[in-house]
């Protein structure tokens, strides 16, 4: 059974997020070069396992939903309305849960493989819904002076169990299951000051296929950015729109 949770960005802390750094000095300057892994656990940590149990209050599916969480360096971000009731953006999970099939109904928040990205129990799903009430931007960077700078560089995504029991067997579609031509596709895009990058796609489910397994995406070619935006569109009106994502890996350089 889902729990919900509601969280606030300092609760999180250090948890979802492992930096791999060197610290020189550069004329009286610091600077930090590093790679920031939004994991969702931790990795080979047993005091933030220990936490991130307690977090979750032992529980192997759950979810938690947040106007946004911080680790300090790399913001991730959702929308509540003023009941505190989650409506797009980005949402914690940690469940692993059984593959869809024509006579069950999958949760929205249920990753479509064993758990996260390398068989890890926590990941995020991605909601998208009207403009209106979603976050102003999905995942938010430091800002880079002109000696700085952070260049996404990878993120993994998989579906979740509804949007492969929809487009298989036509579960909640009015037209039935997918076709030839029928798609679900990731575009995450970069944003600096106020303004595009680039942007990469990926096709979730095209046609009768849908991604089975965590799929890496590289995000080099967007650039320095301070901001990631996330949109899912579908050939499908009736389709849900959610995707899994772990493991986002940006390059930061900064200059104090």
Not at 51 to 68: A, I, L, M, R
Not at 101 to 123: I, M, N, W
Not at 133 to 154: F, K, Q
Not at 171 to 176: E, I, K, M, Q, S
Request: glycine share 10%; proline share 4%.
């Amino acid at each position: 059974m889902l729990r919900k949770l509601m969280i606030r960005s300092a609760f999180l802390g250090a948890v979802v997020l492992s930096a791999v750094s060197c610290f020189s000095g550069l004329d009286g300057q610091s600077k930090y070069d590093g790679y920031l892994k939004l994991a969702f656990e931790p990795e080979n940590n047993y005091q933030w396992e220990s936490f991130v149990n307690e977090f979750f209050n032992g529980g192997k599916d759950t979810v938690s939903f947040f106007p946004y969480f911080s680790t300090g360096a790399v913001s991730v971000c959702g929308k509540l309305d003023a009941d505190e009731n989650f409506l797009g953006g980005f949402a914690l999970c940690r469940g692993i849960d059984t593959l869809a099939t024509p006579d069950r109904k999958p949760s929205r928040f249920a990753v479509f493989d064993e758990g996260g990205h390398e068989k890890s129990h926590a990941y995020a799903v991605f909601h998208d819904t009207t403009s209106t009430l979603m976050p102003e931007h999905g995942v938010l960077a430091p800002v880079a002076n002109d000696e700085s700078s952070n260049a996404a560089t990878v993120v993994f995504v998989q579906n979740v169990q509804a949007v492969v029991q929809a487009a298989r067997y036509g579960t909640g579609l009015a037209d039935g299951p997918f076709v030839s031509g029928d798609h679900l596709t990731l575009t995450v895009s970069g944003i600096k000051n106020g303004t595009k990058t680039g942007e990469k796609s990926v096709k979730l489910v095209s046609g009768t296929e849908a991604l089975e397994e965590w799929t890496e995406v590289d995000l080099s070619g967007l650039g320095s950015v301070d901001a990631l935006d996330f949109h899912l569109t579908s050939s499908r009106p009736d389709l849900p729109l959610y995707c899994c994502v772990d493991n986002l890996v940006i390059h930061m350089i900064q200059i104090y």
